[in-house]
C-alpha cells in the first residue's frame, strides 16, 4: 500500500474505542506467587512497581484511528523516504525487518500496508493512558511515550484486590476507554518489573509478576544483554568474564562487580535482586535538548519553504519548552541535503526565550546563514539546549519587561487554542510566499 492509498482507509476522525479481548488468567510468572516477592522493607509495608507497556504502540494508535486495519499487516514508517519504526505481529511474521527503508519494504513485502508516523496523534493517546493510570495512582513516572512505571504499593488493600487481579482490571479499562492493548510486569524494582513486562508479552494474558520464588527463573531465562541498562555493547563486554544470563550477573560479588563496573553495576545487581533502588519519583527533569525534524515530502531549494517548515519545528519544540516551565539559551538549526551532507550552526542567547517570534527571528539568520540556492535539501530541523526554569530566570538590564510578558502570554494562549481546537489551528505569518504546511496535523476537536 501507498501513501496515496492513506486516504481511502484513514477516516478523519478517532475510531469509537473497541475493546480488545479480555485476558482470563495469568501464564508465565504465576501471580499466586506474589506475597512472597522479595521486598525494601518501608514504614508503610511492602513496595511493588508495575511496568506498563504499550503493545507495538505506534501501530496500536494506527488501529485505533482506523480499526479496519486490526489483524491485518501493518508498519509504521518515519516518512515517505524514511525507514520502518514500529511493526504489528502479523508484519513480523512476514519477516518485515525493523528499519528496512521504505522502498525496499515495499518492494520486498508488498502485502504489509505502510503508514507515515503520526506523533502528534501519537502524544494524545498516550496521554489518555498516562491518565487512566493516574486514576490508580497518585505515584506515576512516564518513562516513555509508551511506557511508565506505576507504584502499586497500597493499591491492593485500597482495591480489594490481588496484584495480577488489579493489573488485569487497569489493562481492561485502558483496552476498553483508549482501546491500546498493554503488557504489564510487576515487582519490586523497576528492572524486575521491565523484565517481567518483556517476558509477559508470550504470555496470553500479557501480565506477569516477578515474585520471590519465580525471581530466580526469571533471571536465569534472561540473557544479560536483556537486562535494562545492560544493552548489547555491554552484553558483549560481560560474556567475556563468562556472564551470559541475569543469574550468573548477580553471582559475582560486589567488589568484582563494582570494580568493573562502577556504582551503576552494583545498583543493577541490587535491582535484580528485588531491592528496589530506583524508586518512582513524579519529578520532571530537566532534558538535555529538545529538537524536532522531519524530511520533506520533496527535496527543496526554497528558502521560503525551509523557513516555513523550520517555524513549525520551532513551535513544536517552543511548546516543549512552555510545558515544562523553561527557556532555552542555545539554539540550533539542523539542514540536511539530497546526499545526506549535514550543516549545523547554533547560537548562545544572553536572554533565554521561549516563544516562537523571537526564536524565529534567531533561527532564519541562522538558517539563512547556511543557505546555498545551488543545493537541494531534504530535512530541516531545530535543536534548544542549555534550559533554564522560568521561577529561576534573572532578569536582564536589556530586556524590555512588557515585551517578555506579553511574548509569556501570547504563547499559552497559542497553546490553549490548540489544547481545544487542535493542533496548527492558528498559522504564524513567517514567509510571504504561499507554500504548503507540513501534512499529518489533526486540526478539529472532532480528531482527538
Known sequence: MSFDDRKAVYPSNFATPHPNPSPTRGEGLNSSRCSNTTTKQTAGGKKYIALVDCDSFFVSCERKLNPELKGLPVSVVSGERGCVIARSREAKALGVPMGIPLFQAVEKYPECIYI??????????????????????????????????????????????????????????IAKEVDIPVTIGVSTSKTLAKLASDKAKNTKSRIALAGKLTRLELLKRTEIDEVWGIGRRLGVKLRGYGIKTAY??????DAWIQ??????????????????????????????????????????????????????????????????????STIGVILKTKDFRTYYEKVNLDCPLNFEFDISKIAFELLEKMFDTSILYRSIGIVFENFTQNSEEQLSLFESIPNREKNEKLGKSLDILEQKFGRNIVRTGFVDKDVPFKQGFLTSPQDI
Open 116 to 173: 507515515p508516523a503520526n506523533h502528534y496523534a501519537y502524544t494524545i493517546i498516550s496521554k489518555m493512558v498516562m491518565n487512566i493510570l493516574k486514576e490508580y495512582s497518585p505515584n506515576v513516572q512516564v518513562y516513555s511515550i509508551d511506557e511508565a512505571f506505576v507504584d502499586f504499593t497500597g493499591l491492593t488493600r485500597l482495591y480489594k484486590k490481588n496484584l495480577f487481579k488489579l493489573a488485569l482490571e487497569i489493562q481492561e479499562k
Open 259 to 328: 570494580k568493573r563496573f562502577g556504582k551503576n553495576g552494583l545498583t543493577t545487581k541490587a535491582e535484580l535482586l528485588g531491592i528496589m533502588v530506583s524508586p518512582i519519583t513524579n519529578e520532571i527533569e530537566l532534558p538535555k535538548s529538545i529538537s524536532d525534524t522531519k524530511s520533506f515530502l520533496e527535496f527543496s531549494s526554497d528558502l521560503n519553504f525551509l523557513k516555513n517548515e523550520l517555524s513549525i519545528h520551532i513551535h513544536s519544540c517552543c511548546k516543549r519548552l512552555r510545558k515544562i516551565d523553561c527557556k532555552t
Open 248 to 253: 550468573d550477573f548477580i553471582q559475582r560479588d
